[in-house]
């Protein structure tokens, strides 16, 4: 079997004819279109050229902090056009999969580990939640005392997102629903080792859950980026050709994994967490995307070329 | 190759045999000596018959909470002679395996994961360390706020037991010094997913660094059973003929493998976590003991016969 390369795009010709070929573009955000609180350059005039050029937008993000309310102000803070339809984050898809897909009873509750905007998406579709940041679970409890740790039966899903308010009394509780409760189910909104910030890497959503996975040792349903649960989310809301659709995204093993794993091209930027050193060589990735390019904001150069 | 089969003994002349082929009896303790707060039925009798018999008894617990001194008032109430000297806990052989081992350098620091078991120990060989019991790690931080999160490159090894106070800052925290300070070494003093409290099991020592194993993606050192860092513990402090010792335990997957790994004899009892259903049939571990008993305390009808 040939070895899958990438095409590396350096040319106006180049970005023109990718944007011929692609309709819609599902886009990755830290690392794409911002780094932390910068804009990458370019990248607001882009993203105006393609809706001048009637292309479809949707921003498909594994963060889980963030409601798509939320994440909508951190568009209006950066002045870049958005509305909260085309915002597909990983705490809007898990609701959305608890919803839809396992049609979670509405006499059932979700236990949440993870912050305000789960609990936002939670409430958006209906179902019932504890935990989360309810002040009864953002506490230490002492040490060997596990008399507050009691069974739900009502509990019939637990759902790990990214809590900086974790604790010994959150593991203990989601371990007891899992183990406990026949048919619980146990969803993580993405599964990613890290999160950036301030330019260091810090444990993200992925290792907050890590705890559960080895005490229940069941495994998760993740929702997130590589996962195609996203796709789902985003084709139960969205109507797109594959064929004329692009992931474009800064992480091989989220984005360019997510976008092989659904069938459609991928379009990787540099400006975020992958090195050259990925790229080639010995430390080479096995996650090989369809195209390069510099930066999402190189194709600004076809906007001032109108 | 032959399947390992396990004998059962229930007759007094089987445990009189036994007896006569072990001079040195290492022993886990919940599961086997007590189960929570309640003695094994006989157990204290079959001590004392075995100290009457000039036997070696030394006690091998993977509890990371408490430190040899704070152990032994474990024993103490339960009106069972022990010393500090026979104790061997999974703290004080993190403590060893760095001070005797990595011959750790006086000028670094071991960043705990951890409570005050781990903390005295590390004080008992002189090694220096943060995190641990310190107030101002045991907080949350505000969602988002990375600001207390600096690398210290005194920093030199991060130790992870059991920790009821674990929070996102810690976890950040050890990831940053793991994953900054070249050489750290990241240090388990022992991986058991889950710990048992009250007649169920809570996520145990293995779980809470769990996150950590997962951000940093290293692999860490571990010290408990079944790893034999622990045994190069016991064998620093006591000589003795492996081939006339025997682990006595309850968990296949620690103490048993333990024995397995250290090359010595191995008896399993049924009054701890082991059910019938991993002996036999196709749930079958593929651990298997020399020798099962049912309880410890079953030996004890040989000190009624004295």
């Known amino acids: 079997m040939a070895e899958r390369t990438a095409q590396r795009l350096t040319k106006p010709e180049e970005y023109a004819k990718l944007l011929d070929r692609f309709d819609t573009y599902l886009l990755d955000c830290d690392g ?5 609180p910068t804009l990458v350059p370019g990248v607001a005039d882009v993203l105006t050229m393609l809706r001048a050029k009637g292309k479809n937008i949707l921003f498909v993000t594994n963060n889980a902090k963030k409601s798509r309310e939320m994440y909508k102000k951190a568009f209006d803070g950066f002045g870049i056009q958005a509305s909260v339809e085309e915002i597909f984050g990983s705490a809007y898809a898990s609701a959305i ?3 839809k897909i396992l049609k979670f009873p509405a006499d059932k509750k979700v236990y949440v580990i993870g912050e ?3 609990e936002q998406e939670l409430k958006s579709v209906g179902i ?3 935990g989360g940041t309810d002040p009864e679970d953002r506490v230490f409890i002492p040490s060997g005392d596990y008399s507050s740790i009691k069974n ?6 637990v759902l790990c997102g990214f809590d900086m308010y974790v604790n010994y009394k959150k593991y ?3 371990h007891t629903y899992i183990t406990n409760n026949p048919g619980c189910e146990f969803i993580l909104t993405n599964a990613d ?3 950036p910030a301030g330019g260091a890497f810090f444990p993200g959503s992925g290792s907050m859950s890590a705890p559960l996975r080895f005490s229940t040792k069941k495994t998760p349903t993740i929702i997130g980026k590589p996962h195609t649960h996203m796709m789902e989310t985003i084709l139960a809301a969205h109507d797109f050709n594959p064929e004329r659709t692009i992931m474009i995204g800064d992480n091989l093993e ?3 994994l997510f976008g092989i794993n659904s069938n459609i091209t991928t379009l990787l930027v540099m400006t975020g967490v992958t090195h050259e050193a990925q790229l080639s060589g010995e430390n080479k990735s096995d996650t090989v995307p369809d195209y390069i390019v510099q930066s999402m904001g190189d194709f600004a150069v076809l906007a001032d070329k109108k």
């Open 172 to 174: 203990a509780k989601a």
């Open 116 to 118: 305000e905007g789960i």
């Open 32 to 36: 794409v279109i911002w780094t932390g």
């Open 128 to 130: 019932q939640f504890t």
């Open 193 to 195: 080792p890290t999160y």
């Open 97 to 99: 999969y608890l919803s």
């Open 152 to 157: 739900d039966p009502s509990i019939g899903a």
């Open 254 to 256: 989220t984005d360019i």
